[in-house]
T-cell receptor, first 113, second 112 residues
Framework: EAGVTQFPSHSVIEKGQTVTLRCDPI?????LYWYRRVMGKEIKFLLH????????ESGMPNNRFLAERTGGTYSTLKVQPAELEDSGVYFC???????????FGNGTRLTVT | GENVEQHPSTLSVQEGDSAVIKCTYS??????FPWYKQELGKGPQLIID?????GEKKDQRIAVTLNKTAKHFSLHITETQPEDSAVYFC???????????FGAGTQVVVTP
């Protein structure tokens, strides 16, 4: 089966610009998660979708971040406007059920200059 | 909330030797503990996991032990090979398996 795919793999933008990251989960996986790792620190949870509904968005840093999952398939994470501290690697993961292990994508490396 | 500490941050081992990575967690309600391996340019890949009702689990050269009383768990890799070189992350979860609290990672280098 195809794994979790994310694009772009890299994005370099200037402070104040907008960037949209996309994640395609494994087909049939209702649960979709966003994580990020900034400046070599630990990977941190951002939010969790079950189908198209946000189950838990307690990890979202602030209102500059907006995640959507229209139709319950792919998801987008938009950062607007981007700040320097948003630089890092953004990972998407999916699972078939709430108690199933996560499958991670390769991540999007975001650099804000 | 949950806090996971991971040690060491870097680990260099000779091929064929064993490697051990240790993690501690703070929330006694945590009940799921996965370990992930991340190779350069790729996302974390689950290599082994353990639930709180099990003390030890083994899969070929990889084993994980859990001490609930002390709130720590460890990853053991035996007979290390160069392809074991990667960053390893421990994680803990309370309730749902998907909301994970990760450790900071351990860079493992296996030298031939």
């Amino acid at each position: 089966e195809a794994g979790v795919t994310q694009f772009p793999s890299h994005s370099v933008i200037e402070k104040g610009q907008t960037v949209t990251l996309r994640c395609d989960p494994i087909s049939g996986h209702d649960n979709l998660y966003w994580y990020r790792r900034v400046m070599g620190k630990e990977i941190k949870f951002l939010l969790h979708f079950v189908k198209e509904s946000k189950q838990d968005e307690s990890g979202m840093p602030n209102n500059r971040f907006l995640a959507e999952r229209t139709g319950g398939t792919y998801s987008t994470l938009k950062v607007q406007p981007a700040e320097l501290e948003d630089s890092g690697v953004y990972f998407c993961a999916s699972s078939q059920q709430g108690d199933s292990p996560l499958h991670f994508g390769n991540g999007t490396r975001l650099t804000v200059t | 909330g949950e806090n996971v500490e991971q040690h060491p941050s870097t680990l260099s081992v000779q091929e064929g030797d064993s490697a051990v990575i240790k993690c501690t967690y703070s929330d006694s309600a945590s009940n799921y503990f996965p370990w992930y391996k991340q190779e350069l340019g790729k996302g974390p890949q689950l290599i082994i996991d353990i639930r709180s009702n099990v003390g030890e689990k083994k899969d070929q050269r990889i084993a994980v032990t859990l001490n609930k009383t002390a709130k720590h768990f460890s990853l053991h890799i035996t007979e290390t090979q160069p392809e074991d070189s990667a960053v390893y992350f421990c994680a803990a979860s309370v309730g749902g398996w998907g909301k994970l609290q990760f450790g900071a990672g351990t860079q493992v280098v296996v030298t031939p």
